[in-house]
């Protein structure tokens, strides 16, 4: 499974044809990697189909999902999934915020933006780098510069990464 992510469609589809024949679709690290699989081959109709067949799910694979649909610029569906997840057992995290925060900055949608860091609030999740980054990086998109300085000041930890330096 290590190299899933890097199948054609074609390929990626015959081995999901050999995990249903095995029966490892149950598996939730094979059915996590098949989901973000097809979302990365932009085939969300398969990852969807493979999420709602899941007999159970966990963190990862509702993350797995929300990510698909909000890297996609599918946000009116990504805010359903989301809202789902909040009725299940599971508790979403920085995460699932973060992967949500990144389809909202490229769709440059402010008000949705605006709304999931007023729940991140009330959920204490804002003020980790993790999510603080996420939240910068949408501001600053959306052209509100000023409100992704107050995230910068708010961070606990300014972390400055330089590409090339570990």
């Not at 469609?9 to 679709?25: D, E, F, R, Y």
């Not at 949500?100 to 729940?119: C, D, M, N, P, T």
Request: hydrophobic share 45%.
């Amino acid at each position: 499974m290590k190299r899933l992510h890097s199948l054609t469609l074609l390929g990626l589809k015959a081995t999901h044809c050999q995990a249903i024949k095995l029966g490892s679709t149950a598996d939730l690290y094979t059915a996590n990697n098949l989901i973000t699989s097809y979302a990365k081959c932009t085939e969300l109709t398969f990852a969807h189909q493979l999420f709602d067949e899941m007999p159970h799910r966990d963190t990862v694979s509702w993350n797995a999902i929300i990510s698909a649909y909000a890297n996609s610029g599918h946000l009116g569906a990504t805010w359903k999934l989301l809202c789902a997840m909040r009725r299940s057992t599971l508790a979403f995290g920085s995460h699932t915020f973060a992967s949500i925060l990144k389809g909202v900055a490229r769709a440059r949608e402010f008000q949705l933006g605006q709304q999931l860091h007023s729940v991140m609030l009330k959920m204490g999740l804002s003020e980790n780098v993790f999510s603080g980054s996420a939240l910068l990086d949408m501001y600053a998109k959306c052209g509100r510069v000023d409100d992704a300085y107050v995230v910068f000041r708010s961070m606990p930890v300014h972390a400055i990464t330089c590409p090339g330096m570990h």
